[in-house]
């Protein structure tokens, strides 16, 4: 049971360039979530999934989009990738939307645009 | 403005001490969350909390929601307990907007 896993670990784009961040969870959650995390800003919502086949947007959704795969899958893509979008990634799953029950968080994603 | 405010920012004790973490909020919530972020970046949910107190190990975790105010507690500190502690918690009138506070950086010191 490998949790919320995220892939790339680190990944280093140029202004411009666009990547998508991949999110899977093996715990059969219904809701999953993006977040940005900001030194001094705390964690800021980008996207969040409350169910398979529903997206909505957080607090900072511009610049993303996302895409619920299937139930197990969420990943966020930057089209146009710029330096304020420098940021560590993480991905977030758990049972339901209502946050009542407790988020399990992925390892994160570093990522630097130059 | 941040709807959810930690002290301290940073905080080193000694190993053996008792150690208090402080959140304020000021929104209506529906729950309050402690997250524990380690050296490495990953985040690790500990508690859950929407009324009263919670106990798991050494750490516990109180909230009073007429003073919107809550308090992680770290018994007996060990070098491990070394991490950034997040006070996060879900507006109860905003849909599905969360508030993270930025993270009370803790070092135990042997």
């Known amino acids: 049971n490998a949790g919320v896993t995220q892939t790339p670990k680190f990944q280093v784009l140029k202004t411009g360039q666009s990547m998508t961040l991949q999110c899977a969870q093996d715990m059969n959650h219904n809701s999953m979530y993006w977040y940005r995390q900001d030194p001094g800003m705390g964690l800021r919502l980008i996207y969040y999934?409350?169910?398979?086949?529903?997206?909505d947007k957080g607090e900072v959704p511009n610049g993303y989009n996302v895409s619920r795969l299937n139930k197990r899958e969420f990943s966020l893509r930057l089209e146009s990738a710029a330096p304020s979008q420098t940021s560590v990634y993480f991905c977030a799953s758990s049972e339901g939307v209502t946050l009542q029950e407790t988020q399990y968080f992925g390892p994160g994603t570093r990522l630097l645009v130059l | 403005k941040n709807e959810v405010e930690q002290s301290p920012q940073n905080l080193t004790a000694q190993e053996g001490e008792f150690i208090t973490i402080n959140c304020s909020y000021s929104v209506g919530i529906s729950a309050l969350h402690w997250l524990q972020q380690h050296p490495g970046g990953g985040i690790v949910s500990l508690f859950m909390?929407?009324?009263g107190k919670k106990k798991h190990g050494r750490l516990i975790a109180t909230i009073n929601i007429q003073e919107k105010h809550s308090s992680l507690h770290i018994t007996a500190s060990h070098p491990r307990d070394s991490a950034v502690y997040i006070c996060a918690v879900r507006g109860s009138n905003t849909g599905n907007q969360f508030y993270f506070g930025t993270g009370t950086s803790l070092t135990v010191i042997p």
């Open positions: 909390l929407s009324s």
């Open positions: 999934s409350a169910s398979e086949g529903t997206t």
